[in-house]
Nanobody
Framework: QVRLVESGGGSVQAGGSLRLSCVVS????????MGWFRRAPGKEREGVAG???????QYASSVKGRFAISKDNGKNILVLQMNNLKPEDTAMYYC??????????????????????WGQGTQVTVSS
């Protein structure tokens, strides 16, 4: 069974930075996509960033150029570096691992994301 634990959330002012981490334990297939999602109050869940097993990365257009995803394969840690944060980035952030679908589908198709393994989330609040 895969277990994911996020950390690093908090409150910052607009323009600030946060670094989210996700420790993944349990069996992870080498073909898995590892990604970050977020859900703001009253809004639908959004795929923020993902990294495939070949190292290719996908980003939502809303965060491209500001967020960077990386992973430490040896430690099974997924990181999301968030810079130049905006109030609209306020949300609960979740890390997740897919079932081998690949990041493009995992991040953009809700039914695909529902098949993955998820952490409990970490809150990010950005004030103006």
């Amino acid at each position: 069974q895969v277990r994911l634990v996020e950390s690093g959330g908090g409150s910052v002012q607009a323009g600030g930075s946060l670094r989210l981490s996700c420790v993944v334990s349990g069996y992870i297939d080498s073909s898995n996509c590892m990604g970050w999602f977020r859900r703001a109050p009253g809004k639908e869940r959004e795929g923020v960033a993902g990294i495939d097993s070949d190292g290719s990365m996908q980003y939502a257009s809303s965060v491209k150029g500001r967020f960077a995803i990386s992973k430490d394969n040896g430690k099974n840690i997924l990181v999301l570096q968030m810079n130049n944060l905006k109030p609209e980035d306020t949300a609960m952030y979740y890390c997740a691992v897919d079932e081998g679908l690949g990041c493009i589908d995992f991040l953009t198709i809700p039914s695909a994301a529902d098949t993955g393994s998820w952490g409990q989330g970490t809150q990010v609040t950005v004030s103006s």
